[in-house]
């Protein structure tokens, strides 16, 4: 019987002992469960911004594909679509680490050359050699995933420009410029604006606003498109022999899929799911909105018919707009914002044909416009309840905002124009920018690539049904 006792006495203790120490280490493993899975959700959530930004780029292919002739179709989806090829390697190899390693405050340095101390660790790394001056990137998610989300940055930007040298751009050149464009003047305002210590930025810098984008995307692309497109020249029919557009629902196609690419180029720019994430989705999808309807609201009442492809650039001009503001303001001012940017955007678009620059689809009149507008008015509504990194605009307080928008805008447009205009003249005496004029005017596919969008046979269907 004592011996029962025994038994079930020490039982009993070893069971109490279990319990009292699961129930000591309960919270501890909470909090790690609490941890792992928060970072497994950002995780999950970043991959899938970065496909969306991704997408983004194809959908610029179609959206610009659909302004230009039959003709120069692939050529147009292609100078988009190699750029998924070119700069998914060198952001590898380069442009990564001189956008976001440490470095000065202007470039970064080649610490992370090819990946080198790129792992899966998240991206905490020592600033000097005090502990408390510990500083991140995205502390809950791998450092390749925050790499590989930029690098859909890196491909998209250089795309854009294309829209303005669109028709008579050799290539060859193209694609060299695009690789030099990349490396000397993104990943420099990347590094500016977004990098630990970067000139411009909120770390360190004089705190300029550009939650995802307006200067290091739209200005520098929209200044440089502008530049290129004056280097270039016109295309040969222009202004007396351009075509419509040969495919409208491309367009709107093409918009379609920026818009949704769109929620994960401003959304994700929170760098974690949670608060500031929805903030910047839902200023989104309000800008883009309030962006198509002040260009339908234009064209009806100046006009008398609003357009499919009036939309498709309204929405495009709201998202460009609202893009360095996504999270730092509330709806409303997104609703302000978008509707200010297109209407800007609008009449640059016409201005833009009173002064006989063939910018092709209207790159720096969308872009560079609505990113001036976009990063000088975040400086107008930004404010702290919606983001408590950031900074009060005008509106809330700190008027200076707006004058430090100001400076971060003209020093992105002094890099973006003075870095291409450099660029293509070494090009020019090199390989050569412009393919001849016989080869312009049969069409680049067949003469650049040597295939064509559209056979025979499909051109045949067209013809018998438009009769």
């Not at 995205?138 to 829209?163: D, N, R, V």
């Not at 002040?294 to 460009?320: D, N």
């Not at 709806?331 to 800007?344: E, K, Q, R, S, Y």
């Amino acid at each position: 019987m004592l011996k029962k006792v025994v038994i079930i006495g020490a039982f009993a203790l070893l069971l109490l002992t279990g319990l009292t120490g699961n129930a000591l280490a309960a919270p501890t493993d909470v909090n790690a469960a609490i941890s792992s899975a928060q970072e497994s959700a950002d995780t999950a959530f970043m991959l899938i911004c970065s496909a969306l930004v991704l997408l983004m780029t194809p959908g610029l292919a179609f959206f610009y594909g659909g302004f230009v002739r039959s003709r120069n179709i692939l050529n147009t989806l292609m100078m988009s679509f190699v750029l998924m090829a070119i700069v998914g390697v060198t952001w590898i190899l380069w442009g990564y680490s001189l956008a976001f390693a440490p470095g000065n405050p202007f470039i970064g340095g080649l610490e992370w050359f090819g990946l080198n101390n790129v792992g899966l660790e998240t991206t905490d790394y020592l600033k000097g050699t005090n502990p408390a001056e510990m500083v991140s990137y995205a502390p809950t998610i791998p450092h390749q995933a925050f790499m590989i989300y930029q690098a859909m940055f890196a491909i998209i930007t250089p795309a854009l420009i294309s829209g303005a040298i669109a028709e008579r751009m050799n290539f060859t050149a193209y694609s060299l410029f695009v690789l030099l464009w990349s490396t000397f003047v993104y990943s420099p305002l990347a590094h500016m604006v977004w990098a630990k210590g970067g000139f411009l930025g909120l770390y360190g810098g004089i705190n300029a606003l550009d939650f995802a984008g307006g200067t290091v995307v739209h200005i520098s692309s929209g200044v440089s498109a502008l530049v290129a497109a004056i280097y270039l020249g016109p295309r040969r029919t222009y202004p007396d022999r351009l075509s419509p557009p040969h495919n409208v629902p491309f367009i709107l196609l093409g918009a379609g899929l920026l818009w949704f690419g769109w929620f994960g180029f401003n959304a994700g720019s929170a760098l974690a799911s949670g608060g500031l994430a929805t903030a910047a989705f839902v200023a989104t999808n309000t800008g883009a909105a309030a962006g198509a309807l002040m260009w339908l609201i234009l064209e009806k009442v100046l006009r008398g018919k609003p357009t499919a492809v009036g939309a498709a650039t309204g929405a495009v001009a709201g998202l460009v707009g609202i893009t360095p503001a996504a999270g730092f303001v509330t709806p409303l001012a997104a609703i302000l914002i978008g509707g200010i940017t297109a209407f800007v955007c609008f009449y640059a678009v016409s201005f833009k044909h009173k002064v006989n620059i063939d910018d092709a689809l209207d790159t720096f009149p969308v872009h560079g416009v609505g990113g001036t507008v976009g990063a000088i008015i975040t400086g107008v509504f930004a404010t702290t309840t919606v983001n408590s990194a950031g900074k009060n605009g005008l509106l809330f307080g700190n008027p200076g905002q707006v004058v430090t928008q100001i400076i971060a805008v003209a020093i992105a447009y002094v890099i973006a124009g003075a870095g291409t205009w450099i660029i293509l003249k070494i090009l020019d005496v090199t390989v050569g920018l412009r393919i001849n004029e016989e080869a312009e005017l049969q069409g680049m596919d067949i003469n650049e690539h040597g295939e064509e969008g559209y056979n025979e046979e499909f051109g045949e269907r067209i013809s018998l049904t438009n009769r």
